[in-house]
């Protein structure tokens, strides 16, 4: 099923956008907003992926400040990342049978 995020006729269009840096073999930072995020392996091992540590927070003099933990709920339980606008998250991912 595809869906197409779309603003009502009076409201403004709906924006999303990210850039993704890939840090480690499992660890990520994503920059931006507007967006719900699947992951799903492209290596063989096993198939499934998930959220292990998901941080937002800045970077201040060049080091990472964890301002937040984002867990349960707010990751849907390890399986989606929903980057909210104008956030920096840390994501590390590990898969799982």
Not at 8 to 32: I, L, S
Not at 49 to 63: P, T
Not at 86 to 94: A, N, Q
């Amino acid at each position: 099923m595809q869906q197409i995020l779309q603003a009502a006729e009076d409201q403004p269009p709906v924006e999303a956008a990210a850039v993704v840096v890939k840090t480690g073999p499992n660890e990520y930072y994503f920059g931006g907003g507007g967006m719900r995020v699947d992951f799903a392996p492209n290596t063989p091992g096993p198939q499934n992926v998930g959220l292990g540590v998901v941080e937002q927070g800045h970077f201040a003099d060049g080091k990472w400040e964890l301002t937040r933990w984002i867990a349960g709920d707010d990751d849907a339980q390890g399986e989606i990342l929903v980057l909210h606008p104008d956030t920096i998250v840390r994501v590390r991912l590990y898969r799982f049978p």
